[in-house]
Antibody
Framework: EVQLLESGGGLVQPGGSLRLSCAASGFTFSSHGMSWVRQAQEKGREWVSSISGSGGLTYYADSVKGRFTVSRDNSKNTLYLQMNSLRAEDTAVYYC?????????????WGRGTLVTVSS | DIVMTQSPDSLAVSLGERATITCRSSQSVLYSSNNRNSLAWYQQKPGQPPKLLIYWASTRESGVPDRFSGGGSGTDFTLTISSLQAEDVAVYYCQQYYSTPPTFGQGTKVEIK
């Protein structure tokens, strides 16, 4: 079955760290760019980060640049998001998503999301 | 960043009737190299992950029923459900992928009247 499954969300204090994972199955993971997109309650959906199929190219939203790091392990079909220096405004459901076509950042497969809550 | 604005925020339509959602971008998303609009539509049902319905403003993703259609060009776009079914109750989002960062509309909730 073609699917993405996120994990690693939870409650963390401001300034803390968390690593999200996204396990992919049912497609050739290494052939596709991947992204993280988040949605905070009462706020719109926000693109967070993207990574190329090889992992050699990474991109970040200004709001997370320098604090978050996206990576992937193609041998494990897994995408990661390392989140450091977390802030209250990072509280959101984080989705991993498969990029639809090289260089075209629409998303043709999404996971169910994992909730990150940043609070003391 | 390109701002995407959807209207209305919510919509109640009778079963079998047409539902139309509008999405407006703060600048044109027409991709000059292929003369296509870099605009996608998604559906998210409660408790489910988002699902891609349409890309390039009017190209239906494989498996999407043909009652869903996308239109428009430049800065103004529509998603139309020609005959609303009970399973279409969801929140619908537009998204531009013309420039980085990709940005989303705020969502339109479609319900049965």
């Amino acid at each position: 079955e073609v699917q993405l499954l996120e994990s690693g969300g939870g409650l963390v204090q401001p300034g803390g760290s968390l690593r999200l994972s996204c396990a992919a199955s049912g497609f050739t993971f290494s052939s596709h760019g991947m992204s993280w997109v988040r949605q905070a309650q009462e706020k719109g959906r926000e693109w967070v980060s993207s990574i190329s199929g090889s992992g050699g190219l990474t991109y970040y939203a200004d709001s997370v640049k320098g604090r978050f790091t996206v990576s992937r392990d193609n041998s494990k079909n897994t995408l990661y998001l390392q989140m450091n220096s977390l802030r209250a405004e990072d509280t959101a459901v984080y989705y991993c998503a498969k990029i639809g076509a090289t260089g075209l950042w629409y998303f043709d497969l999404w996971g169910r999301g994992t909730l990150v809550t940043v609070s003391s | 960043d390109i701002v995407m604005t959807q209207s209305p925020d919510s919509l109640a339509v009778s079963l079998g009737e047409r539902a139309t959602i509008t999405c407006r971008s703060s600048q044109s998303v027409l991709y000059s190299s292929n003369n296509r609009n870099s605009l996608a539509w998604y559906q998210q049902k409660p408790g489910q992950p988002p699902k891609l319905l349409i890309y390039w403003a009017s190209t239906r993703e494989s498996g999407v029923p043909d009652r869903f259609s996308g239109g428009g060009s430049g800065t103004d776009f529509t998603l139309t459900i020609s005959s609303l079914q009970a399973e279409d109750v969801a929140v619908y989002y537009c998204q531009q992928y013309y420039s980085t960062p990709p940005t989303f509309g705020q969502g339109t909730k479609v319900e049965i009247k």
